[in-house]
């Protein structure tokens, strides 16, 4: 027999079609038509979010070595990324600033600085690229000495003090024309506090999109050498950022950022994490959203670099993976390459 066992081994006997009785699930994937009209779920370019990393002075751009192919820009070089973003259908871009380390004190002051980088930037990307959504970081991390999202008395990250510089820091974002607060803190009552700040500010239509279930995850490393926090960080996030192994607890944080007033609730890191955006999803129903963080992202490269993967093939598998798990959209490194990506493909 060309299968190369004897006529008499149990394996001829083996009546494969009567196992099956017609039902085939290889039918529907044969050709290439037909594996598209059976497709379940695709990945778009309005389902991208671009983070961006601004840097001081003109015309400036400095590589990030954790991060291949990602560059702190600064403003200038910031506006004609979101001119490229505008060009390719990229939605939305989400700044996050290197804050000079000499700007960097205890209280995170020079987040509240009306003319900081961040709002600079947001001001220089809204007169440019109007039609562009500007998603603005709400913590304190990039602007303090220490390295951490809060106000710091002794070991203790204050809660409630901390809230009140992060409504303050959303206000003067919001006046330089960010249309979404993004807080990434994970202080207890953000989002509500926010939300009453922005709203008696006159800002009630400018979105917050909840960082709602954010893990103290190994996966930041890369980020944390792009805004350089990696070597001030004092200690770590545990006692604000979620325990990888709770699942029920980002269920109750999503219910409190909802009813605090979340437009839109993500989940960070992602793929490590996308039973939490299906879960969320499948039970709030609202627009959830996935960071597919600078560790998910640099793994792809540092593997694709080695020649191990496909680097195109496994960001876009990757990116579709949250589309699966239910995710409305991704904020990813990948971002201009996958749109550019789809637009050579014609979709
Ligand atoms: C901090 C912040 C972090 C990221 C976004 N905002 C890192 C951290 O919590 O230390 C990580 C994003 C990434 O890794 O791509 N507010």
Same mark, same amino acid.
């Given at each position: 027999m060309t299968q190369g066992h004897s006529d008499d081994h149990p394996a001829s006997h083996v009546d494969v079609a009567r196992?099956?009785?017609?039902?085939?699930?290889?039918?529907?994937?044969?050709?290439?038509?037909?594996?598209?009209l059976v497709r379940e779920n695709r990945i778009s370019t309005d389902d991208l979010i671009w983070p961006l990393f601004i840097l001081e002075g003109q015309n400036q751009r400095h590589p990030i070595a954790s991060m291949?192919?990602?560059?702190?820009?600064?403003?200038?070089?910031?506006?004609?990324?979101a001119e490229r973003a505008a060009r390719l259908g990229i939605p939305a871009l989400?700044?996050?600033?290197?804050?000079?380390?000499?700007?960097?004190?205890?209280?995170g002051s020079e987040a509240l600085n009306a003319d900081n980088l961040i709002c600079r930037a947001c001001? @220089? *990307?809204? =007169?440019a690229v109007p039609d562009i959504g500007l998603i603005t970081d709400v913590a304190l991390d990039p602007y303090t000495s220490h390295g951490h999202d809060g106000l710091l008395d002794g070991d203790e990250i204050l809660n409630d003090a901390t809230v009140r510089r992060l409504v303050?820091? @959303? *206000?003067? =974002?919001?006046e330089a024309g960010s249309d979404v607060i993004a807080p990434s803190d994970m202080m207890d009552g953000r989002v509500g506090a926010i939300r009453e700040g922005l709203d008696h500010a006159g800002f009630h239509n400018v979105q917050i999109m909840a960082y709602t279930a954010k893990? @103290?995850?190994a996966f930041y490393g890369p980020?944390?050498?792009?805004?350089?926090?990696?070597?001030?960080?004092?200690?770590?996030?545990?006692?604000?950022?979620?325990?990888?192994?709770?699942?029920?607890?980002a269920l109750r944080e999503a219910e409190l950022d909802i009813a605090e007033g979340a437009d839109m609730i993500m989940v960070k890191p992602g793929m490590p994490y996308l039973d939490i955006v299906f879960r969320l999803k499948d039970q709030f129903g609202v627009p959830t959203f996935a960071y597919q963080v600078s560790g998910e992202y640099s793994m792809i490269h540092a593997a694709a670099r080695n020649g191990w993967i496909d680097l195109d093939r496994a960001m876009l598998e990757s990116l579709l993976a949250f589309k699966r798990a239910?995710?409305?959209?991704?904020?990813?490194?990948?971002a201009p390459r996958v749109a550019e990506l789809l637009a050579g493909q014609g979709s």
């Amino acid at each position: 027999m060309t299968q190369g066992h004897s006529d008499d081994h149990p394996a001829s006997h083996v009546d494969v079609a009567r196992i099956l009785q017609g039902r085939r699930m290889r039918r529907n994937r044969r050709t290439d038509w037909s594996r598209r009209l059976v497709r379940e779920n695709r990945i778009s370019t309005d389902d991208l979010i671009w983070p961006l990393f601004i840097l001081e002075g003109q015309n400036q751009r400095h590589p990030i070595a954790s991060m291949p192919e990602v560059e702190r820009l600064s403003v200038d070089l910031a506006v004609a990324a979101a001119e490229r973003a505008a060009r390719l259908g990229i939605p939305a871009l989400a700044l996050f600033p290197y804050t000079d380390p000499d700007l960097r004190d205890e209280h995170g002051s020079e987040a509240l600085n009306a003319d900081n980088l961040i709002c600079r930037a947001c001001r @220089a *990307i809204k =007169q440019a690229v109007p039609d562009i959504g500007l998603i603005t970081d709400v913590a304190l991390d990039p602007y303090t000495s220490h390295g951490h999202d809060g106000l710091l008395d002794g070991d203790e990250i204050l809660n409630d003090a901390t809230v009140r510089r992060l409504v303050h820091q @959303a *206000i003067v =974002q919001a006046e330089a024309g960010s249309d979404v607060i993004a807080p990434s803190d994970m202080m207890d009552g953000r989002v509500g506090a926010i939300r009453e700040g922005l709203d008696h500010a006159g800002f009630h239509n400018v979105q917050i999109m909840a960082y709602t279930a954010k893990y @103290a995850s190994a996966f930041y490393g890369p980020f944390r050498d792009a805004v350089g926090t990696n070597k001030t960080l004092r200690g770590d996030k545990r006692t604000y950022q979620m325990d990888p192994a709770n699942t029920l607890e980002a269920l109750r944080e999503a219910e409190l950022d909802i009813a605090e007033g979340a437009d839109m609730i993500m989940v960070k890191p992602g793929m490590p994490y996308l039973d939490i955006v299906f879960r969320l999803k499948d039970q709030f129903g609202v627009p959830t959203f996935a960071y597919q963080v600078s560790g998910e992202y640099s793994m792809i490269h540092a593997a694709a670099r080695n020649g191990w993967i496909d680097l195109d093939r496994a960001m876009l598998e990757s990116l579709l993976a949250f589309k699966r798990a239910g995710a409305d959209g991704i904020l990813t490194y990948f971002a201009p390459r996958v749109a550019e990506l789809l637009a050579g493909q014609g979709s």
